[in-house]
């Protein structure tokens, strides 16, 4: 239990860090709002045409007896878009890294150096092409990884009462762990730590991963509290990434306004 509080404390210092540093903060909305408009378009066209896609999908239906036919046709145009919804929700995060590395990078190193107790921060020494090579293939692998928790999730989600009351929150710790990897993977492909090895690491401390993802995930439900709430939930998983190396954390350094604010 100590851990899962440990975790949910990074989540609040590092919305606390992007409050005290205002124009790091203004920078790092810019990929979310982007991110965001891109998914509300997809949402929309979602919900306009989905039951045509639906339909078209179920042409060995068209012969079913009212209410059967619609019932069963509704039924699916709502699962459809709900996992519409699920896939935006655990894509959201990778899909605004990709869009912001430059900028959740930038973001992560100034944190680095504002709780390192000797002002430097870790660099990879990559070309930015480079970077965005390996964000992109991580991404798509923990999307890949995502989506089949999800397809099983949605499986299970049959199942009376356990579907409809712990599958639910099973999702949100799925989706909480999953999103805290791609977060936390800014500070770990920064230090060269491999897809494999981050997920191994936060495995090792799955409850601190938990506190740190869980609640994360249930406000990333909602796409528009995501955009406000991301710069802070990279600054957190860039001092959460530090505790997974044993790494010291300046608390006193964090405290203190930045003299350089610069993007």
């Given amino acids: 239990m100590r851990d ?21 903060y203004g920078f790092g909305l810019v990929p979310g709002l982007v991110t965001l408009v891109l998914y509300a378009a997809a949402l929309v066209a979602l919900a306009l045409w989905g039951e045509d896609a639906v339909g078209w999908a179920t042409p060995f239906a068209e012969g079913w007896p009212s209410p059967w036919l619609g019932l069963f046709r509704g039924f699916l145009t709502a699962v459809l878009f709900a996992l519409g919804l699920l896939l935006a929700v655990v894509t959201f995060t990778a899909v605004t890294l990709l869009i912001g590395q430059p900028f ?16 430097t921060a870790p660099e990879s020494g990559l070309p930015l ?20 928790w999800g ?18 929150v099973i999702g949100f710790f799925v989706t909480g762990f999953f ?11 920064r230090r060269g730590v491999e897809l494999r090895e981050r997920l191994a690491l936060l495995r090792s401390r799955k409850t601190l991963i938990w506190g740190f993802g869980t609640p994360l995930a249930a406000a990333f439900v909602v796409p528009f509290v995501a955009v406000f709430l991301m710069p802070g939930a990279v600054a957190g998983a860039t001092l959460l990434a530090r505790e997974l190396l044993g ?11 930045p003299q350089d604010v610069t993007p």
């Fill in 4 to 24: 899962l509080g440990a975790g949910f404390s990074y989540l609040l210092k590092g919305q606390r860090w992007v409050a005290r540093h205002g124009r790091q």
């Fill in 104 to 119: 959740y990078e930038n973001l992560s190193e100034k944190v680095d150096r504002d709780v390192s107790p000797d002002g």
């Fill in 129 to 148: 092409w480079r970077e965005l090579w390996i964000s992109a293939r991580d991404s798509l692998r923990i999307v890949v990884r995502a989506a089949l």
């Fill in 151 to 168: 397809i099983l999730l949605f499986a299970c989600g049959f199942i009376p009462f356990v579907g409809q009351s712990v599958v639910p």
């Fill in 179 to 189: 999103l805290t990897e791609e977060l936390a993977g800014v500070a770990l492909q």
């Fill in 247 to 257: 790494e010291e954390i300046d608390e006193d350094g964090a405290a203190e306004e």
